[in-house]
Structures are given as structure tokens and as C-alpha cells.
């Protein structure tokens, strides 16, 4: 299975982003503009994980998820990859504000626990963000910046964390496989996991 963890972005943070790329769907609509309903936050990319990995390794994630509280973020700007390079950018991406320091001590705990279950380690800079297009090849992306203006603004409540299977080439591309909240360890209402049915 190809799996990574991540953050599913609340109904106000999707339609706030919808509502502020209306103007660069209008001056670019030739980037590959992604579904709405595929954003996601990633916390952890974990690949291809083995199923003889998968019950030591949703166990170690699912205690991770519970060391941390609720925390509070925003939908917040437009960026690129490869950052800064607007003139040769492959992905336009909504920023994420508000508690990122919760945010970034998450992620780094989320892959040292696949770490520890025996994937490989991911060693990229966590930068957190909704992938909103993508060109191919890069270009210039600079208009369609100035064309987008400040970029969306929305308040996103983080309580529970995802893993997500992702499947390529199918309709549904992205399938929950487990869903943890947050803080259920030191919050004695908050079950560990949530049904994904």
C-alpha cells in the first residue's frame, strides 16, 4: 500500500481556497488544477509501506497522533515549488499559518514513528501547504501570482490526523484508512480512533 498521513482541510478552509483561485483558474486554465475534494495536508509520506509493516506501524502512528493536543491553524497564501522560484515553478500551493510550531513537532514525531516501524527516513524540510496545481514542465508563474493577489484566508481546527492510502489512476485516488484524534491520550473523551465507514 502506498500511504502517507496527513491533515484533511474543513469545509471553510476548502471553500475559502476555491473561492480565491477562481481568478487564476480564469488566467492560467491550462495548469492541472486539482480536486478539491484530493487536498490534503501531508504529515508524513511513508510510500510503499509492506503489510507485514503495516500493524507495528499504524499502532506507533496512532500512539504518536496521541501525544498531541488539538491544535489551531490557518489556510493562509499563495506559494511555489521550487520555492522561490516563481519563474520556473512546477506547484502552486496555499500556505498554512496559525500554530505551526504544533503543526511541525506533529510531523517530525509522525516520521520518527514510521521511522521506528521500519520505513525509511524522509529527510525533506517540512513545508506545510494544499496543492492547488501543478504545471508540467515548470514555468513561469509569476502573472498568475499577481493574479491570485493575497490568497485565502480561513481558520482550520486540527483534531484528528488521517492515514491515507493513495491509489493512482482511480477515481477516488485517496482512501482513509484510519483516523486518530488528537490528544486522545491525555483526553479520556476522545476515542483513540475514529471509524472510517
Not at 488566467?27 to 486539482?34: E, N
Not at 511555489?80 to 511541525?104: N, S
Not at 484528528?160 to 491525555?186: C, F, I, Q
Amino acid at each position: 500500500m502506498r500511504l502517507f498521513v496527513a491533515l484533511t482541510p474543513p469545509a471553510a478552509v476548502v471553500d475559502a481556497v476555491l473561492g480565491a483561485r477562481e481568478p487564476g483558474l480564469r488566467h492560467t486554465p491550462d495548469l492541472h488544477w486539482t480536486r478539491p475534494d484530493g487536498w490534503h495536508l501531508t504529515l508524513a509520506f511513508l510510500g510503499e509501506v509492506p503489510d507485514d509493516l503495516l500493524p507495528g506501524l499504524t499502532g506507533a502512528l496512532g500512539a504518536a497522533v496521541g501525544e498531541h493536543d488539538p491544535f489551531d491553524l490557518t489556510v493562509d497564501g499563495w506559494g511555489v515549488f521550487p520555492h522561490p522560484h516563481r519563474d520556473r515553478a512546477a506547484v502552486l500551493w496555499a500556505g498554512v499559518g496559525g500554530d505551526t510550531g504544533a503543526l511541525a513537532a506533529l510531523s517530525a514525531d509522525l516520521r520518527a514513528a514510521a521511522s521506528a516501524a521500519g520505513l525509511p527516513g524522509e529527510d525533506r524540510i517540512y513545508v506545510p501547504h494544499l496543492t492547488v496545481a501543478r504545471s508540467r514542465p515548470p514555468r513561469d508563474l509569476t502573472g498568475l501570482l499577481s493574479e491570485l493577489g493575497n490568497g485565502p484566508q480561513a481558520p482550520w481546527p486540527a483534531r484528528d490526523v488521517h492515514l491515507v492510502e493513495s491509489r493512482p489512476g482511480r477515481e477516488d485516488r485517496y482512501r482513509t484508512a484510519r483516523t486518530w484524534a488528537l490528544g486522545w491520550k491525555t483526553d479520556p473523551g476522545r476515542p483513540p480512533e475514529r471509524s472510517t465507514a
